[in-house]
């Protein structure tokens, strides 16, 4: 079974996307934020990240910036969700080293579709 | 008064928020611990109900309510080689990466916060003889610090009752303490290895003097302080550090509720704090 | 066995109010500007002190690129607490920086008396980023019209993620009053299944919770 970290400050958002990971077969672990989400992937490296990008002492651009740089763990992909739609915020989510940049709320088929892709289980 | 119970919706509502605030995450299996204690708090202040309690913990702006929760979900207890894990680490991986970075041969400097009765820098003094060869070509400071006066006082004496010592091993014991007026006391050259003295470290002008520090062991302490003093003595521990040296923090605190400015570092032994070497 | 002490301990105690120079307010400024991050950050921490302090330590915000520094001035904002202050601190809001915004949020956070009067302000702003943020603040403010404020938001607010940033801590401190407005936006986003599981939940809470 696949591990996905979620990070968000938000519980409801948390417990919505574990819900729908859940449902599509994989096991779930939630991070409040950035620092949280080190914390956790350096003990126990995550097969795939989805990461916030307002977050309480340390933001997903800062998040995904330090943890490219971590060896061992840094290839995993991240899915950047947020509240923000703007073209400069997506050229920053990329730039930090997002896999995807995707705008809350997201429906849960697209979640599920967009997971599956990054993992390689189109089967 | 009526029977007061804490439903499911409840006990998430809680863990949820405790969560947030401490960074301690209740599973259910911990549930009947937590109702526990719930209840036991929601009587003594009087509360109505799970809300009525909730909602006073939430919005008390003093938040000792939150502090009385800390206390009763956490075990807050002191002995020797206490969350051992860490001082492990310090001679294994943080001592040799600080001794490489230095360009002199001034002393290490370990600042262990709060001293309480003593037993956190004397284990730190035990675990740097008897672990760490670079004692033998380094000077190490060991300074430790607390707000209050009586228990520095009783940290000096060194004499500890056997629940204290009990897990250190028997060659430890034998070799650094004394049994007399039934406790065991310290022997005089760890006593004099560590430099004891009192500091509020919500005080700026008290920690000001602290400078250059290598490592600071402040473990089970933040966790009982409101978020803004909090991040506030995290920020003057931030000045008081070289660059690139280390916090400890306690085994149920993290970084992730009190300070953006320090860097997870993970070792083989534990997870620690690290002030930039650039100095962000 | 190489353990040292300080050659002159008790200096710790004695030599603490010492300062290396005459720490005015005029020179505290000046170090302010100083290329050398520790000078500038001790400043930034001295002038929390000087009441004045707050218009210069705006201007420096707008350039800081240290972080630690920064964080610095944020603190001495907060607490300074001043019109200025708060305005500046407020603006820092609407920052490209998200580090910035988020470290904004967080002092914002701890002083709820300052915000408070500001509050219907940010929460009307004509920015949704600003609205969210405006929330993210009221998570902390200890203050009788939170829940009101929340509900506000739900009724009238336009903009998806506000509701959702609402919906999330009405989650934690609805009562009964706030079942009206829940009902009524899972019926105004009735096709965005976030919207229906968050408001569920919220409903489930308030009407389950004892």
Redesign the interface.
């Known amino acids: 079974m696949k591990h996905i970290l979620i990070i968000d400050?938000?519980?409801?958002?948390r417990?919505?996307h574990r819900?729908i990971l859940e449902a599509a077969g994989y096991s779930v672990d939630e991070?409040?934020?950035?620092?949280?989400a080190?914390?956790k992937a350096?003990?126990k490296p995550y097969d795939l990240y989805i990461v916030d990008?307002?977050?309480?002492?340390?933001?997903?651009?800062?998040f995904l910036k330090?943890f490219r740089l971590q060896e061992n763990i840094k290839q995993a992909p991240a899915i950047m969700v947020t509240?923000?739609a703007g073209a400069?915020d997506r050229t920053?989510g990329y730039a930090a080293g997002a896999n995807l940049y995707l705008t809350?709320?997201?429906?849960?088929n697209e979640l599920v579709a967009y997971v599956r892709l990054l993992l390689g289980d189109l089967s | 008064m009526a029977i007061i119970t804490i439903n499911d919706e409840d006990f998430l509502k809680f863990k949820e928020y405790f969560y947030r605030k401490t960074g301690m995450l209740f599973e259910n299996s911990k549930r009947y611990f937590v109702d526990k204690r719930l209840i036991e708090r929601i009587q003594i202040t009087e509360s109505e109900s799970f809300r009525g309690y909730f909602n006073m913990l939430r919005f008390e702006s003093s938040g000792n309510e939150l502090q009385n929760l800390v206390n009763i979900m956490t075990v807050n207890e002191t002995y020797f080689f206490r969350e051992e894990y860490q001082f492990k680490c310090l001679v294994n991986s943080l001592l040799d990466e600080i001794t490489a970075k230095k360009t002199d041969k001034s002393p290490i400097r370990i600042w262990s916060v709060p001293s309480s009765s003593g037993e956190e820098p004397y284990s730190i003094a035990i675990y740097l003889l008897e672990h760490w060869a670079g004692i033998h070509d380094w000077d190490v400071e060991i300074l430790s610090s607390d707000i209050d006066t009586a228990i520095i006082a009783q940290a000096k004496r060194g004499n500890y009752s056997s629940r204290s010592v009990q897990h250190l091993p028997k060659n430890i014991l034998t070799k650094y303490f004394k049994y007399q007026d039934e406790g065991y006391q310290i022997c005089d050259d760890l006593r004099g290895a560590v430099e004891f003295s009192r500091v509020n470290i919500m005080n700026a002008f008290e920690v000001r003097p602290y400078r250059d520090i290598d490592v600071i062991f402040c473990r089970n302490l933040l966790i009982y302080f409101d978020d803004t003093a909090r991040r506030q003595s995290a920020e003057m521990f931030f000045d008081a550090m070289k660059p690139g040296s280390f916090v400890c923090l306690g085994h149920s605190e993290s970084m992730s509720r009190i300070s953006s400015l320090f860097r997870v570092r993970k070792f083989p032994d534990a997870i620690v704090y690290q002030k930039p070497l650039d100095v962000r | 066995m190489a353990f040292v002490k300080r050659q002159a301990p008790d200096d710790l105690t004695i030599t603490q109010d010492k300062r290396e120079n005459e720490r005015d307010f005029q020179g505290l400024l000046l170090e302010l500007n100083s290329p050398d991050v520790t000078v500038r950050r001790w400043a930034v921490r001295d002038l929390m002190q000087i009441p004045e302090s707050s218009p210069f330590l705006v201007t420096r915000l707008g350039f800081e690129e240290n972080i630690s520094v920064r964080a610095g001035i944020l603190n001495s904002l907060a607490h300074l607490g001043d019109n200025v202050a708060i305005a500046g601190l407020v603006s820092c809001l609407r920052s490209e920086d998200a580090a910035l915004r988020n470290e904004a949020i967080d002092v914002l956070k701890e002083v709820p008396d300052k915000v408070e009067p500001i509050m219907s302000n940010l929460l009307t702003d004509l920015d949704s980023d600003v609205r969210i943020f405006a929330v993210n603040i009221l998570e902390s403010l200890r203050h009788y019209n939170v829940e009101q404020w929340l509900i506000e938001v739900i009724e009238k607010d336009p903009h998806i993620n506000v509701c959702a940033t609402a919906l999330d801590l009405l989650s934690e401190v609805g009562t009964e009053k706030s079942i009206p407005a829940l009902t009524q936006l899972k019926a105004r986003f009735e096709d965005e299944p976030y919207i229906c599981f968050s408001t569920d939940l919220a409903l489930k809470r308030i009407i389950e919770g004892s």
């Open positions: 400050d938000a519980a409801t958002v417990l919505y819900n991070a409040i934020n950035g620092i949280e080190l914390e350096l003990v990008v307002n977050m309480p002492k340390l933001d997903g651009y800062g330090e509240t923000e400069n920053l809350k709320p997201i429906k849960p």
